[in-house]
Structure formats: C-alpha cells, structure tokens
C-alpha cells in the first residue's frame, strides 16, 4: 500500500509541478507579449524598473531626494486544482508544498515589478518604505486566490553641487 501510495504521490507531483512549468512558461510569454507590444516610450520605463532599487528602510542612505509620491503594484493568482490536490496529498506526510511555493514567488516578484514600473511611469529614481502585502481570497468558502500586493514610496534623487 505504501509503495502506491508513493507511487501516485509522485505521479501527482510531477504532474502539478509540470503544470505550474507550464504556467510559468505561458506567463513568460504572456509578459514578453506585453513588452513587445509597448511603445518605445513605455519599454523605456519598463527597463528602468528593471533597475530601480526598492528598499525596506524609510531613508535612502547617502543621498539626497524628494518624495514623489506613492507606488503600487499587485498581482492576484489563482491556485489549480492539481496543486490543491498535492497539497491534500502531501498535507498527509508534510514537506514543502512547491506548486505554492512556487506560486508565492512569482506573486511577489510581479507585484514588487509592477510597483517599481508605476514608480518609474512617476519618474522615481527609486522606492523607500517597501512593504509587502499577501492575503488569500475567493469566492465562495474556498481561498482559492492569492493576492500579493507591493508599495512604498517613489522619490527622485537630487544632484547637489558642492564647492571646494
């Protein structure tokens, strides 16, 4: 019993985690379809937030900056019916459930992403006062839904001139 047990437990797993591949795969694509469809003006700031910093601390260290304004970025996935079932399977013998895992950190990189293109978009050079928000939701009794949610602070560094 206990080697079918195994057996259909690593049936299950290879078919959530190929799915969530799949998943990822298809987001990918679908972001790579978003960019190419921007104008050059909106791929500028989009490569910019690819290289804004965004700190937790409510300071930026050694630099001078005015505060623009706030900086918001979310992403809401909804978990599957394979990981779900994984998840039951696995909540039987413990260990890392890794289709939610999984989930978790590409919620979390797409929404501090986004929160960093809508800096950029207010001409921030940067974000302070990150914070990092993650909730389940859904309809009904199930919290099928996880929303991740990404703000903080937009500044833009100010050039002083010193004089020796």
Known sequence: ??????ALKTNVKGIASDFQDHAQKRLYEKEKENFDSLSEEDKQVVLAADEMIAITSDHYPHKDYEVI???FGVFVASKNALSDFGASAKNL?????????????????LAVRRMKIDAANQGADAVIAMRLNQSASGIGNSDNML???????????????YYL
């Open 1 to 6: 019993m206990s080697e079918l047990f195994n």
């Open 69 to 71: 304004g706030d900086a």
């Open 93 to 109: 013998i413990g260990g890392e459930l890794g289709g939610y895992s999984k989930m978790n950190m590409t919620a979390k990189t």
């Open 147 to 161: 929303t991740f949610s990404a703000y903080g602070t937009a500044i833009k560094f100010i050039e002083q001139w």
